[in-house]
């Protein structure tokens, strides 16, 4: 009897649990996923839609039911677990990724290929993130500044100076390197959530220089017409500006197709992908990413080795900077416009969050991460109006199911005897 009572007591806990988690979901999505407003003419109509609200709260209440018996113990429903992967698989699946990749852009779509554009420009990111984050242990939610330095430097040396694309991509490397050394001086002394926050504002303070400086940026509008790059000096255009001048094209005799610069620009992000994974790989094998490590596991214990933690976190953010400044020239020169509403922080968010689910460390997690993050929306783009909410929700299932990333680095560990 005693244990028929103690059973039912949790169950009854479980079953109000469930209805107060349900009731403030309710009262959380009624007015963003019930009440939709529309555009009727000039005039501004509210539409209600409750059945988004009511999948939520029944799934919230059938979740919270189900609690009990997806947690730790005997009768826990084990999620299925990803297989540890050694560093030469991980490095073989990168090789067979990258040679999949180039081939690719012969056989997609051209939506396809610009998505899979698009997925590259966020692997760079990622990777150029993962040297702050995932190595160094520093927060930073203002990386989305250093990527529009090298999109804002593209298109400005290009408007004022006349510089290509190709002069242009290491000078914005060096520009995003300089900022990051910037501001790594005032960050020298603050760790996690300080940190967060002056990383944070550096990133806003970056997109309001952009919309104010008129003169310079262009403003609220940018600056647009930015040139594709070249290919060995001849453009990948219908008609040369310059008046005599010979395109690609006209070169090799072909007849001009637009889905020619698509692929052409394809394999110059994959090319840049693997320039990036080439610099960072022999980067964290080298001392200063030992370093690196050692300043994320413990900084007191960093200076004991004689390291010096300033130069350590200057050097994180300076070489972390460079790459994104690699990825805003691309992706300047993509776009063929910049504005400050390219660079806003769910940009920062949406980086990190690949550095996380992807696995802090691991650049194969990393390159996975970008791509689903980058494709599922795509391939979900018929519920366009609850794709943050999808996404939020694979974050939260994500973290309880694995939190510690898609493919975690695997680090050496020495097990003392009992």
Known sequence: MGQAISDRQPLGRTFSNAVIAALLTAILTAPVLGLQLRLHGYQIMIRQNWQPVWMAVTAVFLFQLARPWLVRGKTAIKLPSLPALGANWQRTILWALLAAGLVWPFFGSRGAVDV???????????????????????????????????????????????????????????????????????????RGDYLAIVTLGFGEIIRMLANNLTSLTGGPDGISSIPKPTVFGYEMVRVAKVEGARTFHELLGIPYNSEHVVIFLYLLALALVAFTLLVTSRLIRMPIGRAWEALREDEIACRSLGLNPTRIKLSAFTLGASFAGLAGAFFAARQGLVNPESFTFIESAMILAVVVLGGMGSQLGVVLAAILLTVLPEVARGLSEYRMLAFGLVMVLMMLWRPQGLLPVSRPAVELPQ
Do not use: H, K, Q, S
Not at 143 to 160: H, K, W
């Open 116 to 190: 899979a554009m698009l997925a590259l420009i966020y692997v760079i990111l990622g990777l150029g993130l993962n040297i702050v984050v995932g190595f160094a242990g520093l927060l930073d939610l203002g990386y989305v500044g250093f990527y529009a330095i090298g999109g804002y430097t593209y298109a400005m040396l290009n408007l004022y100076f006349g510089l290509t694309f190709w002069e242009c991509l290491p000078i914005a490397m060096v520009m995003a390197a300089i900022f990051g050394f910037v501001l790594g001086f005032p960050v020298l002394r603050l």
